[in-house]
């Protein structure tokens, strides 16, 4: 995850370690995955518009694929009992 998070904001290893909490780990990871998702729908919409009979419909639906309310898909209840097993490790750090 840290090379996720580093390409793709450009933050160190030092920062992503220190400054990101789990929680927040997983709502970067889900916003990434969705953009990219996305980007490539829009280009599979570039590429396909010329063979396509209706192209704003196919834009369209292609562009409301893959939105959904962040909030609501992360487990908060499954994060905090990952912290309170990663907190009995005596490998892993686990920030409050």
Do not use: C
């Not at 793709?8 to 969705?34: P, R």
């Not at 063979?51 to 905090?80: C, M, W």
Request: hydrophobic share 35%.
């Amino acid at each position: 995850m840290v090379d996720v998070l580093g390409s793709e904001y450009s933050w160190t290893k030092e920062y992503i370690l220190d400054y990101v909490s789990i929680g927040d780990w997983l709502g970067l990871a889900d916003y990434i995955a969705d953009r990219k998702r996305r980007d490539y729908l829009l280009q599979l919409a570039i590429v396909q518009n010329p063979h396509t009979e209706n192209p704003r419909a196919l834009f369209d639906e292609l562009q409301r694929t893959g939105e959904y309310d962040i909030e609501s898909k992360i487990d908060r209840g499954g994060v905090e009992k990952l912290k309170r097993e990663l907190k009995k490790s005596k490998v892993v750090g686990v920030k409050k």
